[in-house]
């Protein structure tokens, strides 16, 4: 079997050599030359020689769609194309539907695992049919964490990246439980020594976890995290989970609080406040600061 | 009837003004000998005269209770305290036992109304006794606004009080609800006038409301609130709501998200950002900033 | 001038009745044709005459899309339609373009005021072009209340919903806010007469609104509310408002937690709960309620 | 060394065994004469002979205090109580003080790991000071987990249960971000195999966790949770994190959130929903459920 991997940034670079560990052909492009093995994209597709061919794209999604227009014209009846990135899910249909005119097929895989996938393996949630997902198993195999987890095929097209969507929700809330947290320890006067507390967590206590781990790791470099300024971006599945919340009339609150903590760490001065100050001031004659 | 008033700052002297208004004799002290009506809580309460006597206290929290033991030295069978400021409900209880062994009744009162109070008049939530409420009676009709509403015997020792804090509680809340609206008109393109939004509000909309006029008010001077921070203090009752809820397990989910808001307002760099931040770089190698 | 009034229901029939009493024809069009003026749109829009004519939509948002497609046929060059129902601003600027083929102008307007519109009149948010917001001003002119406020062209197409929308978040979080605050109250032994506290804060307090009035009129009958379920729908601004908030990096947790609050009421087996319930099973054998 | 270790339900029971199975001697008493090894508390200290004696608490909350005051009559210098039920760390000073009376040492210990402890250890966070600890050491490294992590000196009194406090709100955050998580997959129609997506999890994802590999155990049972109610208890120190964030001005959103879903999922008809309800019907002519 030869893979085309389309994208070999931080993640996708990673995913290349652990595919190719497991003994499968991987044929990568990406437009940076020095990384990919191929000139371009059709280049690439001729390499995987005859069908069925499979290409995984783990490419940012604002690419995803001129790339599928692409692949539709080089690609054929039988072919393969899985999206891999942290895609939307509600564009999956869509783009199964587009790429079945031409009788390719399409399963969207949600990744986890960031920069220890390579070492530790990558959590897999795959959308698609069953064909399709048993066609392209040797490489979720060669990706998933060795023993019996790590891989799902969720349900039909759209399955995976809601999944993952999920699972970054989740993600959301338990970072920012376990920020509230240390937050509370480092502003009482009681625990003398954090990162220990957090530390001791990690064997017989109910929040062991691997985020629980990270931040001890964190700690051993920086133990009041000094180096690090209180700024966190979103990345796009966290807005997704609370939308889809607010659409299925699904309560949220803990992971739209950490979704929605993330947006107040970047505002610098926030305006809610200005107004909340201006009608304080109005009413009080509180001193407002200026 | 004479009022001794302990406490002539913006609140008790624009009072003072008004009980005169209304033909009562007031007695003020403060320990501002300039706005002063006296020397001393003693020389207050010797031009009280006969009783029995009424003394106001409308003092910051933290002089309440030293205070009340002067004035059990001071006073006596049959006279009256009257807390007015903003101490905390649970306080009550302990005042009126302390004052009663010497025969002293007790009322607190929750004030509102800030510095249009004097013009406007003052709404009134009174906890105590009857007799202790109808002997005070004059005082509070001096006070109130003209009209049916503005004053109210809530219940026994503390439920004054409490309804003040509840009050303010609902003032958090609605306060934020008016400022994140603000602040999403602010930020989309769609509303090019948000000033006029808010002022039509005024008139024939669900959100009519005094607080409304306020945030009009404000903004005729300062459009867009430049002048002022995105920086807001909090006063200790959004405080006690939030804990009186979690006491009774009464769920006060925008309450308390109006009073984390401020909290936020005052950070930074906010220190649970910091750990999911060092979280983020952990796993993913999300660029940080440092 | 002559009016076209599509939707004669609970709120068009009484805006009707309000736009005659100021003088201006009106005629309605509605399915029922007991209550309709018009045996179908094509016939309402013969009896409009000459133009330019004006064809005010005040329908459930499902109906909006059809109307439009009927109407860009009876209608032509110079006329307006106006959608003044709840519709999610972010379809306005698509109806816009769909209608200015055909040469008719389109104004979305956002309309508050509920039953009560009628007698006090409706405040109006009117997004779209100022020649056609000047042709419809003598209908806007019926509708708002008296005097200064009430009225306001909050922008172009799209501005009166997305103002509309925003005021009825804001009004969500307000509603929220005075309800927690009646529930504590509830809970609490201290304050033994709540509708009192509530009537009180009607003059001189900061949270003196109309939706405090509406709180008192609803205690009159009912005291402690024993006639009403603890259940509440939400009509969609505001699942738009937090989305609107989330898509800006806007954060609102007072609001969406009023939206989650009416989401939550309606669930009978908080289905998170359940998951919560089984965790705390698994790990500390604490009793489960099956 | 011998123990005394005063309760012996479900934590105390099993962890007299693991202690038991590290060679050390315990003497338990209990009210529940069927499994104490003493008649009463004076018994049990009589075995314990020649001092340094410890004595270890187990008990409900409500029961510390007033064995407290009998261990002080009983127990005396250089002897140690350590309090290692769930008690609230605000207390711990006093009764850290009112023992130092009689030269008795006082340790607050956290003891986390719920009905699995037995077999994997208890996590141990402790409070007081160096010569106490020193002194128990033995039967901390009896309880806790193999390896390196699993305890803590966390400083001086109080420390202990302020750690334990904060990490159990950790907990109620991550429970709640596991549960929204679910509860959307459930909700929606994509993932067709809820259960296999969060076995899926367990190995190479973000959310890896116990909680997680407990929320697997709970859906092999019973895939969709059917056989258990929405229904969560709190056992109160999710509130005190809550109360310690307020008094800190720590903003404690999603922690708060989890703390509050417990409270409304214990509300049949949710008290604010009823007054949201009525200022519906009231400016809407809104239906309402009666």
């Known amino acids: 079997m030869k893979l085309g991997l389309v994208g070999l940034g931080k993640m996708g670079g990673n995913m290349r050599q652990r595919i190719r560990d497991a003994g499968i052909d991987v044929v990568g492009y990406d437009r940076n030359a020095e990384i990919s093995d191929s000139d371009s994209l059709a280049d690439m597709v001729a390499q995987l020689g005859e069908g069925p061919r499979v290409v995984w794209l783990m490419l940012p999604v604002q690419f995803v769609k001129q790339t599928l227009d692409e692949l539709k014209d080089l690609l ?15 564009n999956d249909k869509n783009n199964a539907a587009y790429l079945s005119d031409a009788g390719i097929g399409y399963l969207d895989v949600g990744v986890s695992g960031g920069v220890w996938g390579r070492q530790n393996g990558y959590a897999l949630m795959v959308g698609g049919s069953d064909p399709d997902v048993a066609t392209v198993m040797p490489v979720f195999e060669a990706l998933k964490p060795e023993g019996d987890y790590g891989f799902v ?4 097209v759209g399955a995976g990246h809601f999944a993952k969507m999920v699972h970054n929700g989740i993600e959301y809330g338990m970072m920012q439980s376990l920020a509230e947290g240390w937050e509370l320890l480092m502003a009482a006067d009681e625990v003398t020594d954090v990162p ?23 700690m051993k470099d920086d133990p009041k995290l000094d180096k690090i300024r209180g700024f966190a971006e979103d990345s796009g599945e966290g807005r997704w989970t609370v939308e889809a919340g607010v659409d299925l009339a699904v309560p949220t609150p803990a992971i739209t609080a950490a979704l929605y903590a993330r947006f107040s760490s970047r505002q610098e001065d926030p305006p809610a406040m200005k107004l909340v100050s201006a009608m304080r001031n ?5 001193a407002v600061v200026e």
Chains 1, 2, 3, 4 share one sequence.
């Open 282 to 286: 109005q009413f009080g004659g509180h």
């Open 76 to 90: 054929g009846e039988g072919d393969i194309v899985v999206d891999g990135g942290n895609s939307k899910w509600i």
């Open 153 to 156: 095929h969720a349900g039909g």
């Open 196 to 218: 220990a507390v957090f530390a001791s967590w990690q064997e017989g206590s109910v929040v062991k976890s691997w985020l629980l781990d990270l931040c001890v790791l964190a």
